[in-house]
Nanobody
Framework: QLQASGGGLVQPGGSLRLSCAASGNIFSINFMGWYRQAPGKQRELVARVSRGGSVGYSDSVRGRLTISRDNAKNQVFLQMDSLKPEDTAVYYC?????????WGQGTQVTVSS
């Protein structure tokens, strides 16, 4: 299972850094991703990173969020800058495509003044 942490309440324009810790070895998983689910909306992929470091982002977060991973430490990170109220959601990490058994509880990010 994957456990996300680092969420919180932040003002518009602020920053947060999310971390994802794996209880097992994620090195063998090629793509890792960060997903988010806002109230009343479907869960969506916002960023992904390959084992080799290639990254991809959804249009809504490109230029503001940065995904990275540390294979040796079994961790994935999401640096979130210039946050907007529409970024408010529960954020999860998982493989891409997602693996149902890896969903954790997520971490709440709230962007509000």
């Amino acid at each position: 299972q994957l456990q996300a942490s680092g969420g919180g309440l932040v003002q518009p324009g602020g920053s947060l850094r999310l971390s994802c810790a794996a209880s097992g070895n994620i090195f063998s998983i090629n793509f890792m991703g960060w997903y988010r689910q806002a109230p009343g909306k479907q869960r969506e992929l916002v960023a992904r990173v390959s084992r080799g470091g290639s990254v991809g982002y959804s249009d809504s977060v490109r230029g503001r969020l940065t995904i990275s991973r540390d294979n040796a430490k079994n961790q994935v990170f999401l640096q979130m800058d210039s946050l907007k109220p529409e970024d408010t959601a529960v954020y999860y990490c998982n493989a891409f495509p997602s693996i149902i058994t890896l969903w954790g509880q997520g971490t709440q990010v709230t962007v509000s003044s």
